[in-house]
């Protein structure tokens, strides 16, 4: 339940922040929207650290509260092109992104591009393969790399490496965001997806050759696993240095 609420929302944000907001600041709000994750986790740590834990509860209903506002929210202009409402189209997207000569160049240019397309895929199709999509991303690698940045952190670490993950995450994402438009471009939508499809595939078996296993695990016998394992790199290598002297 809990990695369909989280793949359901993130696909949420993804596409009300490329629907919903201008060119001109789309990238600086999908970097935003990057980095509200992290910014959760430290306010929970900070929270968590100078008051009691259960307070958490009391910023995560309040932001609950606040999310009941997506029911005001006009309805997508690209959806609603999509589905004929050219009227209501124009209304919402004026109402988001106002009247300047950009704004209704891009509201002409969908409009026109909705008319004049054919749609002939099967949409349940789509649907379908979109559904499993994201089931597959939120049972996968969203709950992994929570998972990992909780268990594997060894505790005396944890207060350092925490934020440089974060930081690291962020630099890797602004990158992504800016490398993606170029392989778009040069390899299409079919090499895109090639690309995510091989990366993906070679660090899913990476995580599962080197990355050890922590069900039913306490953190202290994961920390202790990472431990053995440095001394037992060092044994070796004491070993080979004594038969090189030898």
């Known amino acids: 339940m809990q990695g369909m609420l ?9 596409v009300v922040v490329t629907e919903y907001t201008s060119p001109r600041y789309r990238g600086i709000f999908m970097t935003v929207k990057s980095t509200i994750f992290f910014w ?20 995560a209903f309040i932001c609950a509260i606040l999310s009941l506002t997506a029911f005001f929210w006009p ?8 589905n004929g409402r050219f009227e209501e189209c ?42 499993l999509f994201s089931m597959t991303i939120s049972c996968g690698p969203m709950i992994l790399a929570c998972s990992v940045y909780g268990e594997l952190t060894p505790l005396r670490y944890r207060g350092s490496s925490l934020p440089t993950l974060a930081i690291f995450s962020e630099i890797l994402m602004a990158s992504v965001l800016k490398v993606s438009p170029y392989i778009f471009k040069y390899f299409e939508l079919h090499g ?31 920390e202790c696993y990472f431990i053995e394992s440095k001394k037992s790199e060092d044994v070796s290598e004491e070993l080979m240095e004594e038969r090189e002297k030898r």
């Open 75 to 82: 309805e997508s202009p690209s959806w609603l092109a999509l």
């Open 6 to 14: 989280i793949g359901s929302n993130m696909t949420l944000l993804i």
């Open 90 to 131: 124009a209304e919402a997207h004026h109402w988001l992104k106002g009247y300047d000569k950009d704004s209704e160049k891009e509201l002409e240019n969908l409009i026109q591009s909705q008319k004049l397309s054919i749609v002939t895929e099967n949409k349940i199709v789509s649907l379908l393969l979109l559904t």
């Open 40 to 59: 959760g986790v430290w306010i929970a740590n900070a929270t968590g650290t100078f008051s009691r834990w259960k307070n958490i509860a009391i910023i």
């Open 192 to 222: 895109a997806f090639l690309f995510y499809g091989v990366t993906a595939s070679v660090f899913a078996f990476l995580l599962y050759k080197y990355l050890p296993e922590s069900k039913d695990k306490t953190l202290q016998e994961i």
